[in-house]
């Protein structure tokens, strides 16, 4: 059956309008991406990648640069002593005051004397009975000997006069170190200090007994001046630090407190260890301070800086702007309100800076702040306040 002539050209017509509909969606879709294609580059300008970058500079600076090596470190005394009573008996008397400072020989405290004076008393009248025995028998014997030469005696009782001198005269010495050593007893009653240093807290109260046996002793007494801080060095850090060490001047080492703010003392460096530890890969060194107003206390942990050498007349930069690639280190230079790159050859670094052997002039500002932004060429703005851009 054939449709009415009307209704066939009813379709067409809508046919041609659904054609042309789609056509022309086509055309503006290719309108659209072409423009939206030309605007990319302004939407990235608009983004800031090709205005200046704000960076930060700082200018390469002439003059000293202390090379060091930084270290944590512990006050420890070159010499600590625990006073222990060498006899035994009361404690009599304490004359130390708890904390105070004390010199060698000073007295300290002292035991009760009375026994170990009637010890060498009695030593001593043993060994004045023994010398009357022995002058007497030295007098029988010259008599003994003028009777010999006119043969009025034996020899045998001239023999044994002989012998009996001889043993009397080793009774006297044997007496005679009774005596010195009751005399060293009764010297050891006082307890004096065997050196000079500071006092800890007493550890035995007077009218106790002690004897000489205890280990825990009466006080200690821990030297302060001078006094020693041991640090450890790294390994890498060991052949510049020997190589410093061959000079005539000895190495110069700071002492700081934790905050690294306050120079505490300055000291010496006097001992390196003959080896380095393996399970640390350090090596443990010493160094001697005067200690004078005893700012350093004993096992005090402090911050160490150990002067190797002083470089003159360098040139130095913050380490920080520093840029490191495969082959090569490099700065960002600015000139003429650019920032160019510029390769440079490092020396040594110490304190955040690093000295700079070639590559670089007195005075050339360089990018400390902004480096992410920045290529070869491009254009920087700096920050007001900073030092003007140096001409090229």
């Given at each position: 059956?054939?449709?009415?002539?009307?209704?066939?050209?009813?379709?067409?017509?809508?046919?041609?309008?659904?054609?042309?509909?789609?056509?022309?969606?086509?055309?503006?879709?290719?309108?659209?991406?072409?423009?939206?294609?030309?605007?990319?580059?302004?939407?990235?300008?608009?983004?800031?990648?090709?205005?200046?970058?704000?960076?930060?500079?700082?200018?390469?600076?002439?003059?000293?640069?202390?090379?060091?090596?930084?270290?944590?470190?512990?006050?420890?005394?070159?010499?600590?002593?625990?006073?222990?009573?060498?006899?035994?008996?009361?404690?009599?008397?304490?004359?130390?005051?708890?904390?105070?400072?004390?010199?060698q020989g000073e007295l300290l405290a002292e035991i009760d004397p009375l026994p170990y004076r009637a010890q060498l008393e009695q030593a001593?009248?043993?060994?004045?009975?023994?010398?009357?025995?022995?002058?007497?028998?030295?007098?029988?014997?010259?008599?003994?000997?003028?009777l010999w030469e006119q043969d009025s005696i034996a020899r045998q009782q001239l023999s044994d006069q002989r012998a009996l001198v001889q043993?009397?005269?080793?009774?006297?010495?044997?007496?005679?170190?009774?005596?010195?050593?009751?005399?060293?007893?009764?010297?050891?009653?006082?307890?004096?200090?065997?050196?000079?240093?500071?006092?800890?807290?007493?550890?035995?109260?007077?009218?106790?007994?002690?004897?000489?046996?205890?280990?825990?002793?009466?006080?200690?007494?821990?030297?302060?001046?001078?006094?020693?801080?041991?640090?450890?060095?790294?390994?890498?850090?060991?052949?510049?630090?020997?190589?410093?060490?061959?000079?005539?001047?000895?190495?110069?080492?700071?002492?700081?407190?934790?905050?690294?703010?306050?120079?505490?003392?300055?000291?010496?460096?006097?001992?390196?260890?003959?080896?380095?530890?393996?399970?640390?890969?350090?090596?443990?060194?010493?160094?001697?301070?005067?200690?004078?107003?005893?700012?350093?206390?004993?096992?005090?942990?402090?911050?160490?800086?150990?002067?190797?050498?002083?470089?003159?007349?360098?040139?130095?930069?913050?380490?920080?702007?520093?840029?490191?690639?495969?082959?090569?280190?490099?700065?960002?230079?600015?000139?003429?309100?650019?920032?160019?790159?510029?390769?440079?050859?490092?020396?040594?670094?110490?304190?955040?800076?690093?000295?700079?052997?070639?590559?670089?002039?007195?005075?050339?500002?360089?990018?400390?702040?902004?480096?992410?932004?920045?290529?070869?060429?491009?254009?920087?703005?700096?920050?007001?306040?900073?030092?003007?851009?140096?001409?090229?």
């Amino acid at each position: 059956m054939s449709l009415p002539h009307s209704s066939s050209r009813s379709l067409r017509n809508w046919l041609l309008l659904a054609a042309a509909i789609a056509a022309a969606g086509t055309f503006a879709w290719y309108q659209f991406a072409g423009s939206a294609g030309s605007a990319q580059p302004e939407n990235l300008r608009r983004m800031g990648w090709d205005a200046p970058a704000a960076v930060r500079v700082e200018p390469a600076e002439l003059g000293q640069l202390d090379v060091q090596i930084k270290s944590i470190g512990t006050v420890t005394p070159l010499n600590t002593v625990t006073v222990q009573s060498r006899v035994s008996g009361v404690l009599e008397r304490v004359v130390f005051e708890e904390g105070a400072r004390v010199e060698q020989g000073e007295l300290l405290a002292e035991i009760d004397p009375l026994p170990y004076r009637a010890q060498l008393e009695q030593a001593e009248g043993q060994l004045q009975q023994n010398r009357a025995k022995l002058e007497n028998a030295r007098a029988d014997l010259k008599l003994y000997e003028q009777l010999w030469e006119q043969d009025s005696i034996a020899r045998q009782q001239l023999s044994d006069q002989r012998a009996l001198v001889q043993e009397l005269i080793g009774t006297v010495r044997a007496d005679q170190a009774q005596v010195d050593d009751a005399k060293l007893q009764l010297s050891w009653t006082r307890i004096t200090a065997p050196l000079s240093g500071r006092l800890g807290l007493r550890k035995v109260d007077q009218g106790n007994l002690v004897t000489g046996s205890e280990t825990e002793g009466l006080v200690s007494i821990t030297q302060t001046q001078p006094i020693a801080v041991n640090f450890t060095v790294p390994e890498v850090d060991v052949p510049a630090l020997r190589e410093a060490r061959r000079g005539d001047t000895p190495l110069k080492v700071e002492v700081l407190d934790r905050s690294e703010q306050r120079v505490l003392a300055i000291g010496e460096l006097t001992t390196l260890d003959n080896q380095i530890d393996t399970s640390t890969g350090t090596l443990r060194v010493r160094a001697r301070f005067a200690n004078e107003d005893e700012a350093l206390f004993p096992n005090q942990f402090v911050n160490v800086h150990l002067r190797l050498q002083t470089l003159d007349a360098v040139v130095t930069i913050p380490s920080d702007a520093v840029q490191f690639g495969t082959e090569r280190s490099y700065v960002y230079v600015v000139q003429d309100n650019k920032a160019y790159v510029r390769n440079v050859v490092l020396g040594a670094a110490a304190d955040g800076r690093v000295a700079v052997i070639e590559g670089l002039e007195p005075g050339e500002l360089v990018v400390l702040e902004g480096l992410d932004r920045l290529r070869d060429g491009k254009e920087v703005r700096l920050p007001d306040g900073d030092a003007a851009p140096a001409a090229n």
